[in-house]
């Protein structure tokens, strides 16, 4: 079956504390992000990736790094985590500069809570 | 740079009842657009897409038309059930690889 897994699902931290959020994809996309979805703001990029060691940042990098060391695995680095990157995080990947459009097929979602 | 509007919810509808989510868009160049379903707990799911003007876009009973004309993308179904309550993200892709989302429109569809 063709999905993009994070984990965890669920994570509750403190200030300060390093933490990763994995992401991986089995469709041999190229094209991978990470998005933050926060009420009433949609849903914002952070990071993207159009191959293996090639990353730019999104709309909201601040705070963040990333990876791309392998085609399939796009984790999300939290070097110092503040209670301001308490969010809903979403990883994708995109057959995009295939000759796709860019839709975008999501994982299921991380909820980070930093206290 | 790209932005997209969308009509703010939530939308409260009866079982059956006709559904329109609007939606318009500001971009240079000639943008692809698209809509995203996220039912409760779940990840983004793609709805439909148009890649160029008058295309529409369809799947399960929704329907959007790409009208450059008028920059705009609303999404449609004639007929909701209760299994449609979800969010709804229009986005459109364009100019750059990184993709311009709304802030989504809540559907709620009582029995």
């Known amino acids: 079956e063709a999905q993009v897994t994070q984990n965890p699902r669920y994570l509750i931290t403190v200030t300060g504390k390093k933490l990763t959020v994995t992401c991986s994809q089995n469709?041999?996309?190229?094209?991978m992000s990470w998005y933050r979805q926060d009420p009433g703001l949609g849903l914002r990029q952070i990071y993207y990736?159009?191959?293996?060691?090639v990353t730019d940042k999104g709309d909201v990098p601040e705070g963040y790094k990333v990876s791309r060391k392998e085609k399939r695995n796009f984790p999300l680095i939290l070097e110092s985590p503040s209670p301001n990157q308490t969010s809903l995080y979403f990883c994708?990947?995109?057959?995009w500069g295939s000759g796709s459009a860019g839709e975008l097929f999501f994982g299921e979602g991380s909820r980070l809570t930093v206290l | 740079g790209n932005s997209v509007t969308q009509m703010e919810g939530p939308v409260t509808l009866s079982e059956e009842a006709f559904l329109t989510i609007n939606c318009t868009y500001t971009?240079?160049?000639?943008?692809?657009l698209f809509w995203y379903v996220q039912y409760p707990g779940e990840g983004l799911q793609l709805l439909l897409k148009?890649?160029?003007?008058?295309d529409k876009g369809s799947n399960k009973g929704f329907e959007a038309t790409y009208r450059k004309e008028t920059t705009s993308f609303h999404l449609e179904k004639g007929s909701v059930q209760v299994s449609d309550s979800a969010v709804y993200f229009c986005?459109?892709?364009?100019?750059?690889?990184?993709?311009?989302f709304g802030r989504g429109t809540s559907l709620i569809v009582h029995p």
């Open positions: 994708a990947s995109s057959p």
């Open positions: 971009a240079t160049g000639y943008p692809s």
């Open positions: 148009a890649t160029k003007a008058d």
């Open positions: 986005a459109l892709t364009g100019g750059s690889y990184i993709p311009t």
């Open positions: 469709m041999n996309h190229e094209y």
């Open positions: 990736s159009m191959n293996v060691e």
